[in-house]
């Protein structure tokens, strides 16, 4: 009998696995071919799970009513994109105004590259002229400025959505918990309300240091700009802001396009280009990888090659986007693995330390 038992559980197991590998394979399809309804509902549920217990506690302490509550949160999200678009909008426009001033750079710069790659250079032509025709240069900005403006226009169009499906998902978690009670029952209802409570916790606690250690990142890039000098500071502080929820890619980039800058508005002089190379890449190491981890603690365990893959993967999936959704999506997969018994040797492989997703493990058994 004992081995019969045995062999239904192997079975089952099987089964199990099968199921769930065809069911993987179709939802992963589904998200890459409905990504324009998919992604503005996944941004909108990640940043309701983030305002929700800033919500909870507005009703619960200041006796806030919660649609009012919802409503008001989401027209702060608002007012900040807005002031955030403006003055990057200003920004940029500044940008175009004195590009007529670097033009001189761009030519001595493209010119010690054309020398070098043996390409040819007009004296009596403007950098656009010069470079236009050479190495598929057209190809790529005409490629480029689509992708852009198609990106932008998207961006645009789903922001409303998202801010719309935000608030009213806000609204909806109000009866959240009496929906459970209905729909679940006896241990699956407890093991329910206990996933969606720590896939919310571990969110905010993500999405939380995340933002304060980009913005003290982005803060600290904009002052090391105006100590040396660096031309659109604030926009270098907001693009180091953004690009730091995308794990070590995107700081490389943010300080690659700012030594770039700084080499094109100093030159022929070294020193401030070199200060801004190193300053930024500081300022990223010391808070990426010193101060963030000794906030998270072991909260997020998650194993660095494992980050690297859901990059790409996500990336290919929702583009930027998804880039920055990356890591929020592999510790709610952790989160669901630690719960679901067939899963837990996925959950040991997603996370960082074998023995830290062991303690994991044995406390969700023990619950």
Known sequence: AERALMKEADYNKRIFYILFFFAAVLFGTLLKITVAVSLPVTVAVLL????Y?????????LHIPWIFGSILMTLLVIIVLSLLSTIIGTSLTAFLDQYPNYESKFNSIYKIFADTLNLQFYEDKSF???VWSQLKVREFVQKTAISVSGNLISITRSLGVILLLTVFFLIELRN???KVNYMFSGKFQNRFL?????VIMETVHFVSIKFFISLATGLLVYISCLIVGLNFAIIWGFLAFVLNFIPTFGSIFSVGMMTLFALLQFYPSPLPTIFILTGTTLINLIL???????IEGQNLGLSP????????????????IGMILAVPFMVILKIICENVSYLHWAAILLGNKPTDTQKELSVEEET
């Open 53 to 61: 217990p800033i919500i909870k506690n507005l009703n619960e302490k």
């Open 288 to 294: 990426g990888n010193i101060v963030e981890p000794k």
């Open 48 to 51: 309701s799970c983030v305002l």
């Open 194 to 198: 206990r996933i969606t409570k720590k």
């Open 305 to 320: 090659f494992v980050i690297l893959v859901s990059l790409l993967f996500w990336g290919w999936m929702w583009g930027f």
């Open 176 to 178: 959240s918990r009496e």
């Open 128 to 130: 656009f002229e010069n």
